[in-house]
């Protein structure tokens, strides 16, 4: 918001004055900006029956500038709900098309167009944007957008949808939790969060026997949380301090919305504290790059193909830890293609016990007589980490308790022990 686009506004052919009577009504809002819609740049990854609608709702408000980004062709199915096309755009680029429409409903915005895969772009055109729409319907897409988003520090406003349901995020990085924070909704949901399981174990089938998987949607449901997405554009634009918060869930059939609170995860890779300073990760002489490998599925959702690189370079899965002579603390950076930033390990060998000497609290907690509970443990199974951090951190949070963990001790090969205090207040 920035940039000083209003300046420029009798570059348009329209003058300042149309722009009054076209968006009259709106600018009767007490807490509107005109000009600073007009200044703004979102971007709409997905062109489709969210990304439509999104569009078609801030060209009509008078945003500024529009980019929008599809690789995808329309189809005749696309015609069903997927707004802004016509029988005669079938084969057509769909962010073409969606500009013609775009430009006949309001002529006097700017509209960039890329009929490319959303990951082919430079960043600098997403460094331009105040905000970056979700429109998108595949789970690997949606994951890299939400690394980039927070990578870049720019509000992402994530819709999806299923059947008769559909849900939102505004995701305000380092604010609030990303699409990977999510402790109670396991990962591969994110695509599909609303799926019942049976459909859910034919979809898996289907997916298992190579058939491309279709979502059912209906044009009443993409209207609704296309809607609601672009009024939580709007008021990020305007700098509403009444941002959605949690996850919003939409159930068409008893048109019921429910808000389910969500706790930012320290330990996501996406936006937690790994993810700015590195994290220590337990590894064996013995590991080889596969092994890590594994772990790093198992941990954090990591996708093949994984990189793992060590002093520069990358590693195959044979190599053994022993072969590199890896020092204690040494950084081992890793990523798959989901990630738009590799994560930074700290080798940590797991014969070496973490000494008790770090354990808080400070002396200068101590001294604000703020007390805190004698160290608990929990011995989970190894990969429930996070799972079970996440569950303690908002049972804490519900009794209005602040929690702190240290670290994890590796029991076995399985087990592990969370180890954490309560502040007592
Ligand atoms: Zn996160």
């Known amino acids: 918001m920035g940039q000083n686009r209003i300046k420029s506004i009798k570059e348009y052919k329209y003058s300042t004055k149309e722009d009054l009577e076209r968006y009259n009504r709106q600018m009767l809002l007490k807490d509107w900006n005109q000009e600073k819609l007009l200044n703004s ?17 801030l060209a009509m408000m008078g945003v500024g500038h529009l980019i929008l980004c599809d690789f995808d062709t329309v189809e005749l199915s696309n015609l069903a709900r997927q707004v802004l096309f016509e029988e005669e755009d079938i084969g057509k680029a769909k962010v073409l098309a969606a500009k013609n429409a775009l430009k006949r409903i309001n002529p006097t915005i700017k509209i960039t167009t890329y009929n490319k895969k959303l990951e082919t772009l430079e960043r600098k055109i997403f460094e331009e944007c105040d905000v970056i729409a979700d429109g998108l319907d595949t ?26 349901m559909g849900n939102v995020q505004v995701v305000i990085p380092f604010k609030t939790p990303c699409l990977e924070c999510h402790p109670l909704i ?21 997916e298992e026997e190579g058939e491309k ?20 554009i ?18 068409g059939r008893s048109e019921s919305l429910t808000k389910v609170p969500l706790v930012q995860n320290p330990n996501c890779i996406i936006c937690g504290e790994y993810r700015l300073k590195g994290t220590d990760f ?13 772990r790093l599925i198992m941990t954090w959702g990591l996708q093949e193909p994984i990189r793992v690189v060590i002093r520069g370079v ?16 040494e950084p081992i950076f890793v990523w798959d293609k989901l990630l738009s930033k590799p994560l930074k390990l700290y080798a940590v060998f797991k014969a070496k016990k973490v000494s008790p000497i770090l354990m808080i609290p400070k002396k200068e907690e101590e001294k604000k007589g703020v007390k805190w509970s004698s160290m608990k443990e ?13 569950l303690l951190k908002i049972q804490a949070i519900d009794k209005g308790q602040e929690i702190r963990f240290f670290k994890t001790l590796h029991l076995t090969k399985i087990k592990r022990k969370i180890r954490y205090k309560i502040k007592e207040s």
């Not at 740049?41 to 078609?56: H, Q």
């Not at 301090?241 to 996850?247: A, M, P, R, S, T």
Request: aromatic fraction near 6%.
């Open 41 to 57: 740049t979102v971007f709409i990854a997905g062109i489709g029956a969210l990304g439509t609608i999104i569009a078609l709702n």
């Open 139 to 164: 789970f690997e897409a949606r994951r890299w957008l939400n690394s980039l988003c927070v990578t870049l520090n720019k509000p992402l406003v994530h819709g999806g949808m299923y059947g008769w």
């Open 186 to 206: 396991p990962q591969q949901r994110l695509q599909k969060p609303c799926t019942p399981p049976g459909e859910a174990r034919r979809e898996e089938r289907k």
């Open 213 to 232: 998987e279709k979502i059912p949607t209906i044009a009443t449901v993409s209207t609704v949380i296309a809607g609601i997405q672009s009024q939580e």
């Open 234 to 251: 709007i008021k990020i634009l305007l700098s509403s301090d009444e941002i959605l918060e949690g996850f919003l869930s939409y159930d």
């Open 282 to 294: 337990a590894i064996d002489e013995k590991d080889t790059i596969r092994a890590i490998k594994n």
């Open 314 to 329: 990358i590693q195959e899965d044979t190599v053994k830890i022993q072969d590199l002579h890896i020092k204690e603390n």
């Open 378 to 390: 929990l011995v989970v199974d190894k990969g429930k980490v996070t799972y079970h951090k996440n």
